[in-house]
Antibody
Framework: EVQLVQSGAEVKKPGESLKISCEGS????????IAWVRQMPGKGLEWMGI????????RYSPSSQGQVTISADKSLNTAYLQWGSLKASDTAMYFC????????????????WGQGTMVTVSS | QSALTQPPSASGSPGQSVTISCTGT?????????VSWYQQHPGKAPKLMIF???KRPSGVPNRFSGSKSGNTASLTVSGLQAEDESDYYC??????????FGGGTKLTVL
């Protein structure tokens, strides 16, 4: 079965760092871009960035550039999303998703999704 | 980047058809055939239902269909079933490093 499995929910304080993960299985992990998508409470979806696990080529959406870091370890079939200093406004559900269609370096379609990681940032 | 415009809610009775619209501009939906639709049940991950305007991934019932006219894309659910009650999001490639989503539509099966 093709699936993405994410790490568990996190509760952090403002200013703390965090790294969440997304492990792929059931397919050749290095052949597909992986995206991170944010969903703030009660809101819609926003893509944050993508990574190609084979060579760690990484692209960020304009709004996420400089706010987060995306990385991958192809030996572990795992992608990561990390923050150096969390803010309350980072409170959201974060999904990883496999990119099935890329257009000029931008993800256009996501065909497999992880179950989501809820990140809560509160003092 | 501006979001695509979806109606906040839609509804229909079991067996009926419902169409959800997704309105953009000539720079996104009107310019490219890369519209996708996702279904998201509460507390769950989104699921791809339609890609490239009208294509269905394997396993998605043919009750779900997509179309586009000008700057507006549409998702039609025919033969509504209780399990179709969910939130639906559209997305469109918009050029220049942009992928934009709609605000979502809550579909209620009466």
């Amino acid at each position: 079965e093709v699936q993405l499995v994410q790490s568990g929910a996190e509760v952090k304080k403002p200013g703390e760092s965090l790294k969440i993960s997304c492990e792929g299985s059931g397919y050749m992990f290095t052949n597909f871009w992986i995206a991170w998508v944010r969903q703030m409470p009660g809101k819609g979806l926003e893509w944050m960035g993508i990574i190609y696990p084979r060579d760690s080529d990484t692209r960020y959406s304009p709004s996420s550039q400089g706010q987060v870091t995306i990385s991958a370890d192809k030996s572990l079939n795992t992608a990561y999303l990390q923050w150096g200093s969390l803010k309350a406004s980072d409170t959201a559900m974060y999904f990883c998703a496999r990119v099935s269609i890329m257009i000029s370096g931008v993800p256009a379609t996501f065909d497999i999704w992880g179950q989501g990681t809820m990140v809560t940032v509160s003092s | 980047q501006s979001a695509l415009t979806q109606p906040p809610s839609a509804s229909g009775s079991p067996g009926q058809s419902v169409t959800i619209s997704c309105t953009g501009t000539s720079s996104d939906i009107g310019a490219y055939d890369y519209v996708s639709w996702y279904q998201q049940h509460p507390g769950k991950a989104p699921k791809l239902m339609i890609f490239e305007v009208r294509k269905r991934p394997s396993g998605v019932p043919n009750r779900f269909s997509g179309s586009k006219s000008g700057n507006t894309a549409s998702l039609t659910v025919s033969g509504l079933q209780a399990e179709d009650e969910s939130d639906y999001y559209c997305s469109s490639y918009a050029g220049s490093n942009r992928l934009i989503f709609g605000g979502g539509t809550k579909l209620t099966v009466l």
